[in-house]
């Protein structure tokens, strides 16, 4: 069965420190690629989507994802982090249209001011 | 332009008794998913609907059903609660086409 697998349950980083969430998925044909973040009390929020062309993909408040499809991957990268993103985040995929989505456990990020 | 709205927030139930989670699509939407997230876990599908009609369905006993309304909206009713019901349920709404879907805020169940 098709699933996605984030490598890191929980990260601790300091304000301004780069950040790297990594993000596999098991699924050879066409995918459909999301990260969406989950902040303390709110709702599932899409930081940013991948469907097709440029593998580098730009979200919300400075997030990126690189898609690199020969190594099955979608991670999350944020240059300088802010306390603001305290968060938990989810890698996610879609193999068609009106499909389900599978979603991989989350990350749950703690920045430190 | 509301977003997904789900009721009640929070519920508590007592094993054994019968839960209805509501849920109403963003504006436009005419696809409503529902989605269990178990503390610590990623959201996992239960099951879709569109036109009225269950569509897809994940890996979830027949205790839990569902249904659309002719305006969209749609309820998820789960019978005979056992402990392990316990979890946040997700409603994400879409149209029909689309990849991309909008999540509520979700109804919290605890199950005693």
């Known amino acids: 069965a098709q699933s996605v697998s984030q490598h890191n349950h929980h990260v601790i980083l300091s304000e301004a420190a780069s950040l790297e969430l990594g993000c596999n998925y098991s699924?050879?044909?066409?995918?459909?690629l999301f990260w969406y973040v989950q902040y303390p009390g709110q709702h599932l929020q899409l930081l940013l989507k991948?469907?097709?062309?440029?593998?580098l993909v730009k979200g919300i408040k400075g997030f990126e994802a690189e898609f690199i499809k020969s190594k099955f991957s979608f991670n999350l990268r944020k240059p300088s982090v802010q306390w603001s993103d305290t968060a938990e985040y989810f890698c996610?995929?879609?193999?068609?249209?009106?499909?389900?989505?599978?979603f991989g456990k989350g990350t749950r990020l703690h920045i430190l001011p | 332009d509301a977003g997904v709205t789900q009721s009640p927030t929070h519920l508590i139930k007592t094993r054994g008794q019968q839960v209805t989670l509501r849920c109403s699509p963003k504006?436009?939407?005419?696809?409503v998913s529902w989605y269990q997230q178990a503390l610590g876990q990623g959201p996992q599908f239960i099951f879709q609907?569109?036109?009225?009609?269950?569509?897809q369905r994940g890996n979830f006993p027949d205790r839990f059903s569902g249904h659309q309304f002719p305006n969209y909206s749609s309820e998820l009713n789960v019978n005979a609660l056992l402990l392990g019901d316990s979890a946040l349920y997700l409603c994400?709404?879409?149209?029909?086409?689309?990849?991309?879907?909008?999540f509520g805020q979700g109804t919290r169940l605890t199950v005693v």
């Open positions: 994400a709404s879409s149209l029909g086409g689309h990849l991309e879907a909008f």
């Open positions: 699924y050879g044909g066409t995918v459909n």
């Open positions: 991948y469907f097709s062309g440029d593998p």
């Open positions: 996610a995929v879609i193999l068609n249209r009106d499909d389900k989505i599978i």
């Open positions: 504006s436009g939407h005419d696809t």
């Open positions: 609907y569109y036109e009225e009609e269950e569509r």
